[in-house]
């Protein structure tokens, strides 16, 4: 557990040096949304129509853009083999470094969501539920992206690579993720789809571990 | 009793072997020095050692228990000293120690302060201890990794070319360090080109073993 907080404690400190990672996510999110608003139109009916689609298809975007550097900075100083051959045991190691990435990535998407959703002119109804589900659906990205980031050490343009691997992955929390927002913005029940976005998380809690750490085992032989 | 053995050792890289048949043994407070020309295997075997990578054939024993049979106590008696350094540069320093340190089972006990504080000592890098590491010299980073051996205790050193970059001043240090190491009874294997030596260390040159190395130029 020391362990643990140690290795969470030091990739924040460093997200705080660089000073630049949760600002670039949010910049981006926040430029993405608006160029859908341009492309589009300006007519309101249309972009409240689309606005969850196109705030969870962005948010996606976003936590996919520093994942590529969760392990391979490491992995590219050395910083790696200390880790493996380090007391926590290798899953901590991934998990530790996945709450680091969302606490710098998806805890800021989360909050700057209802910003952009008012940018959207989506119904007052869905912000409550649109952060719900953020909260709920952001650590299954970074979590599912952790797998692929660990997969995707040491190789060659790696980031696309991760893109192709982590994308397809990502379907059912924007499935279930725009459809608890539409739901609350029509009047229907949206706890049956923030339900699972739930059990969504919880597997993706159990399986990054596991996948994760054989990923990262393999990436240093 | 020999403390540290290999035996009947081989590894595979990439679908060759780089070594078999490759035995050796290191008594406590004994020293190990792997030579051979570039490309023999002197790497793969530490990161053998150090569990970094199974061996395709044969057993590595601590005391005679074989490593393999118990993983996490092998990586808690060793430290690896690779080519790499493992410094993140924004990290100053003591920070960056300081994590090395806690990442040890036994640095979660111990008074890290302390502790980190005598291995800069150790290698002249205490004026520098609040330094964010990109502002270092490669020859002090290399400073800084060597530290990490005084900042933990562990029975075993694994080191690549330790010396690399070092100066004079750095070279004698790490030389104490070794020497203090093997008096309280620790090992150390340690991989050079065979251009400066350890005191009364054994030398397993790796061209017996088969390794494809570079081909001689002259």
């Known amino acids: ?221 | 009793m020999s403390s540290f053995a290999g035996e009947k050792l081989e590894c595979v890289r990439g679908e060759r072997a780089v070594f078999s048949a490759l035995d050796f043994t290191v008594e406590d407070g004994g020293a190990l020095q792997l030579i051979g020309p570039n490309g023999s295997g002197k790497s793969s075997l530490l990161r053998l050692m150090a569990s970094l990578i199974k061996p395709t054939a044969g057993r590595i024993s601590w005391n005679g228990g074989n490593v393999a049979d118990e993983p996490e106590a092998h990586r808690a008696r060793l430290h690896y000293i690779g080519h790499l350094d493992g410094i993140q540069p924004l990290l100053t320093v003591a920070e960056n120690l300081r994590f090395w340190a806690g990442l040890r089972p036994e640095g979660l006990n111990s008074n890290p302060g302390d502790a980190t504080t005598e291995a800069l000592d150790g290698f002249g890098l205490k004026a520098l201890a609040n330094i964010p590491c990109r502002f270092l010299s490669a020859g002090q980073c290399r400073r800084l990794a060597l530290a990490r051996l005084l900042a933990a205790p562990a029975a075993l050193w694994l080191l690549d070319e330790p010396t690399t970059a070092l100066d004079d001043d750095g070279v004698c240090a790490f030389h104490d360090a070794v020497r203090r190491h093997r008096a309280k009874g620790g090992v150390v294997v340690l991989a050079s080109h065979g251009t400066e030596t350890i005191e009364d260390a054994r030398t397993l040159d790796l061209r017996a073993h088969g390794g494809i190395a570079v081909n001689r130029l002259v």
């Not at chain 1, 000073?19 to 309101?44: E, H, N, S």
């Not at chain 1, 992995?75 to 200390?82: M, S």
């Not at chain 1, 910003?115 to 650590?139: C, D, K, R, S």
Request: charged share 10%; proline share 5%; aromatic share 6%.
């Open chain 1, 1 to 221: 557990m020391t362990c643990f907080l140690l290795i969470a404690g030091r990739d924040l400190k460093l997200a705080l040096r660089r000073g630049t990672d949760a600002v670039m996510v949010v910049t981006f999110f926040l430029l993405c949304v608006v160029l859908f608003a341009f492309g589009v139109g300006p007519d309101p009916s249309i972009l409240g129509t689309i606005s969850a689609g196109v705030i969870w298809v962005t948010a996606l975007l976003a936590s996919m853009l520093s994942l590529e550097r969760l392990f391979q900075t490491d992995f590219e100083d050395g910083t790696l083999d200390l880790l493996v051959l380090g007391a926590a045991p290798v899953e901590a190691t991934v998990m530790a470094k996945a709450l680091a990435h969302w606490l710098t990535t998806g805890l800021p998407l989360t909050i700057s969501a209802p910003i952009l959703a008012v940018l959207l002119n989506m119904n007052a109804e869905g912000f409550a539920t649109l952060m719900a589900a953020m909260a709920l659906g952001t650590p299954s990205l970074t979590l599912i992206g952790a797998i692929g980031a660990a997969l995707t050490v040491g190789a060659r343009r790696g980031g696309v690579l991760l893109s192709l691997l982590v994308l397809p992955l990502y379907i059912p929390v924007l499935i279930f993720g725009v459809a608890a927002v539409n739901a609350a913005i029509t009047g229907d029940a949206a706890g049956p789809f923030l339900m699972i976005l739930g059990a969504l998380l919880l597997v993706a809690l159990a399986m990054t571990p596991l996948a994760g750490g054989a990923a990262l085992r393999l990436a240093v032989e």
